[in-house]
């Protein structure tokens, strides 16, 4: 790994820490209060994710000496485990509204 993909890392893990806090919200992107903003937000970072993946491994495919393989691993696993924690964000989300639909009022 890089010394600028560690220094990348820390600062994700730092904002991560300061939005557990409740000190911040995502990127102080104001829209991002509500729980639809954080969703949209988190939807943007998961497309984001797998944009990098897909280009980095296309330039890695094409032979570029800027982009090591571990690179193209890390980001595909980051871009698979960002997805994954979408689909299950998605599936507790559709669990909750049968829930509720299923409630007699």
């Known amino acids: ?11 994700q893990l730092s904002s991560l820490a300061e939005q ?6 995502v990127r102080g992107n ?3 209060t509500s729980f639809a903003g ?16 897909s280009t980095r491994a296309n330039a890695f495919q094409a032979g570029s000496s800027e982009v090591s393989l571990s690179d193209v691993m890390a980001d595909s696993q980051k871009a ?3 997805f994954q924690m979408g689909v299950q964000v998605r599936n ?14």
């Open 1 to 11: 790994m890089t010394s600028q993909a560690l220094v990348d890392a820390l600062q």
């Open 20 to 25: 557990a806090q409740g000190c911040t919200s």
């Open 30 to 32: 104001p829209a991002a």
């Open 38 to 53: 954080e969703l949209q937000v988190s939807l943007e970072r998961i497309n984001q994710l797998q944009q990098t993946s």
């Open 80 to 82: 698979s485990v960002a």
């Open 92 to 105: 507790r989300l559709l669990t909750a509204y049968k829930d509720v639909m299923g409630m007699q009022v």
